[in-house]
């Protein structure tokens, strides 16, 4: 499974608080990303990183902020939790080999419920 | 902007029938396009890369450039099918290309 694990796995917190899901890896892959998986909308990329301290925005990136202070590891933030950011979260990471087509390759996801 | 569409959301069959599962893409040069499964509860895991041209669990998907589509096949479907299927391709925008996904289609195989 590619040495991607997602903590936590579940987790329910009320409307307000901030929440922090971490991803991590033992690839050592440069590029690591974080979606979010809504029924009727498929996954949606909220934030990646192509390097140490290097994040930039997806499309759904409003309400989260990332950080990115070690390879190994990929922190989505939501600074105030809504009923909306309710989902499936999903990290994912890729090594883009020069001459080859990116793959990546997903965490397990957590299970975020906001009341 | 780039899309990836994936008409439907149910295709129900039954075991040993035929499946075809569409997926199309809006018009871009030379596209890169997947196609991801998701069995229940899991992660999603690469099914197939239009690149490699390769035949995974009896799935096929051949890249169509004058229709831009990319459909995944298969002759005859097991019970075991029964996924969730995300068409996606690559986006190269930014510093760095990520997936766009279609909104997926649910297979249900039934015996």
């Known amino acids: 499974d590619a040495g991607i694990t997602q903590s936590p796995r579940h987790k329910v917190t009320e409307t307000g608080t901030p929440v922090t899901l971490r991803c991590h890896q033992t690839?050592?892959?440069?590029?690591m990303y974080w979606y979010r998986q809504d029924p009727g909308h498929g996954l949606r990329l909220i934030h990646y990183s192509y390097g140490v301290k290097d994040t930039d925005k997806g499309e759904v990136s409003d309400g989260y902020s990332v950080s990115r202070s070690k390879t190994e590891d990929f922190l989505l933030t939501l600074e105030s939790a809504t009923s909306s950011q309710t989902s499936v979260y999903f990290c994912?990471?890729?090594?883009?080999?020069?001459?080859?087509?990116?793959?990546?390759?997903f965490g397990p996801g957590t299970r975020l419920t906001v009341l | 902007a780039q899309r990836v569409t994936q008409p439907e959301k149910l295709l129900s069959v039954f075991k040993g029938a035929p499946v075809e599962l569409k997926c199309n893409y809006s018009?871009?040069?030379?596209?890169?396009l997947f196609w991801y499964v998701q069995y229940s509860r899991q992660r999603l895991q690469l099914l197939l890369r239009?690149?490699s041209r390769e035949s995974i669990k009896g799935f096929t998907a051949d890249l169509n450039k004058g229709e831009t589509s990319f459909h995944l096949k298969k002759p005859f479907a097991q019970e075991e099918d029964s996924a969730m299927y995300y068409c996606?391709?690559?986006?190269?925008?930014?510093?760095?290309?990520?997936?766009?996904f279609g909104k997926g289609t649910k297979l249900s195989v039934k015996p």
């Open positions: 018009y871009s040069g030379s596209p890169e």
């Open positions: 996606a391709r690559m986006n190269y925008g930014g510093s760095q290309g990520n997936l766009i």
């Open positions: 239009h690149i």
């Open positions: 994912a990471i890729s090594e883009r080999l020069a001459g080859s087509t990116d793959t990546q390759y």
């Open positions: 690839e050592n892959h440069r590029y």
